[in-house]
């Protein structure tokens, strides 16, 4: 895959402890608030009220989040010490195809390099990237069958899945208010079974109907909709992370079972071991994506997503698993963080960014770099080349 290298600042050492630096640093991250995908909240769901009107067109990213995209960037040029326009080599952006991840690199690529106008790099309309959409290209030795078995084996199945998460099934019935004994969505049965074509899994039921619905209300709240229009009037922040247990949910079928973060994860971490270890190559790697990437690697990793207002696990927009080799007097080692803004400051529009250190498992904080790359490739699936 070509991807284009981008001018950009030399990043200035940010000290970790005595006589340390920073050499290089790679990050994945979700694209901004957007507008929701059409039958992300399946048209047949009952509510009481109307659904708000959004002010770009379904799955496009919106002003408010591409202005939040540029709180984060900002973050990370003081964090990266970027000053004045770049120097070539030393930046790197990649996106997937939609509009809402090319116009996050945008948003993030400008307010980096202010008045640099920098080129973000991506595959051509149309066209399957299998850094972010593995599965759909065949980019692994994918078995659907040897997924449904995994998912059921992590999940317990998924009539238990959907029994766990009943009674936050039933407060988005309370939000969306239809007063129906039966719900306000009635997608019928859980099942789970391989895809007509082999490469992916299909997955129907409570979870995955309501997932998307309470991923829109909490859209509605980050993109800083007036609060009589956000759930309907009838869900304010506490009750939006409750309910975003629901689309967390969807990923423990998608994502996070280790065969699925093994495939879904595989490319994208293949990738991100490779610029960390190359001898040269961009001092920033910048690789933007979606919430199912994302999820993936922290699978692969073995880390949970937390950041503040949103549930354990489920992706914040514009959240980035940030990896950073470091070197001090013992050799180069790697350091993992969750860069996010809480979802208050998404949607208040404050500069406020929560950078968490995470403990590497098997490695604590601080992974020796060839260390860090045989633990992750052990949890990632081959690329299949050729």
């Given at each position: 895959m070509r991807l284009?290298?981008?001018?950009?600042?030399?990043?200035?050492?940010?000290?970790?402890?005595?006589?340390?630096?920073?050499?290089?640093?790679?990050?994945?991250?979700?694209?901004?608030?957007?507008?929701?995908?059409?039958?992300?909240a399946p048209l047949d769901t009952k509510v009481d009220g109307q659904w708000p009107a959004w002010p770009v067109a379904p799955e496009f990213l919106t002003p408010h989040g591409a202005k939040a995209i540029a709180q984060l960037a900002r973050h990370d040029r003081r964090w990266l010490g970027t000053t004045g326009c770049p120097a070539p080599g030393s930046v790197r952006i990649h996106t997937n195809t939609p509009e809402r991840t090319i116009a996050t690199g945008r948003a993030?690529?400008?307010?980096?390099?202010?008045?640099?106008?920098?080129?973000?790099?991506?595959?051509?309309?149309?066209?399957?990237?299998?850094?972010?959409?593995?599965?759909r290209a065949g980019a692994t030795a994918f078995d659907a069958n040897k997924a449904v078995a995994a998912i059921t084996a992590y999940t317990g199945g998924v009539n238990a899945l959907t029994a766990r998460h009943a009674a936050t099934i039933r407060e988005l019935d309370r939000v969306l208010g239809c007063g129906l004994p039966a719900g306000c969505s009635t997608p019928g049965p859980a099942t789970l079974k391989p895809s007509a074509d082999g490469r992916g899994v299909e997955f129907t039921g409570p979870i995955r109907a309501t997932s998307g619905t309470a991923q829109v209300i909490l859209l509605q709240y980050a993109e800083g909709m007036p609060m009589a229009q956000v759930g309907f009037g009838r869900a304010d922040a506490a009750t939006i992370k409750r309910l975003g247990v629901l689309h967390a949910a969807l990923f423990d079928v998608f994502t996070r079972s280790p065969y699925m973060a093994a495939h879904q994860a595989g490319p994208l971490g293949d990738h991100m071991l490779k610029v960390l270890t190359a001898p040269t190559g961009p001092r920033l790697d910048v690789l933007v994506g979606h919430d199912t990437n994302v999820t993936a690697l922290a699978a692969a990793l073995?880390?949970?997503?937390?950041?503040?207002?949103?549930?354990?696990?489920?992706?914040?927009?514009?959240?980035?698993?940030?990896?950073?080799?470091?070197?001090?007097?013992?050799?180069?080692?790697?350091?993992?963080?969750?860069?996010?803004?809480?979802?208050?400051?998404?949607?208040?529009?404050?500069?406020?960014?929560?950078?968490?250190?995470?403990?590497?498992?098997?490695?604590?904080?601080?992974?020796?770099?060839?260390?860090?790359?045989?633990?992750?490739r052990a949890k990632l699936a081959p690329v299949v080349t050729g």
């Open positions: 284009l290298l981008l001018a950009a600042t030399l990043l200035t050492p940010l000290p970790a402890a005595a006589q340390d630096k920073v050499e290089r640093v790679v990050m994945l991250m979700r694209h901004g608030v957007r507008a929701p995908i059409t039958g992300e993030y690529a400008d307010a980096l390099a202010p008045a640099c106008r920098l080129t973000v790099d991506h595959e051509a309309a149309g066209t399957v990237d299998p850094l972010f959409e593995p599965l073995g880390v949970d997503l937390d950041a503040p207002g949103f549930a354990l696990n489920d992706a914040a927009p514009g959240g980035a698993l940030v990896l950073t080799r470091r070197r001090d007097a013992r050799g180069p080692y790697v350091t993992l963080s969750y860069r996010v803004q809480p979802l208050d400051a998404i949607r208040n529009g404050t500069a406020t960014v929560v950078d968490r250190a995470i403990a590497i498992p098997g490695c604590a904080t601080r992974c020796p770099l060839d260390r860090f790359d045989k633990l992750l």
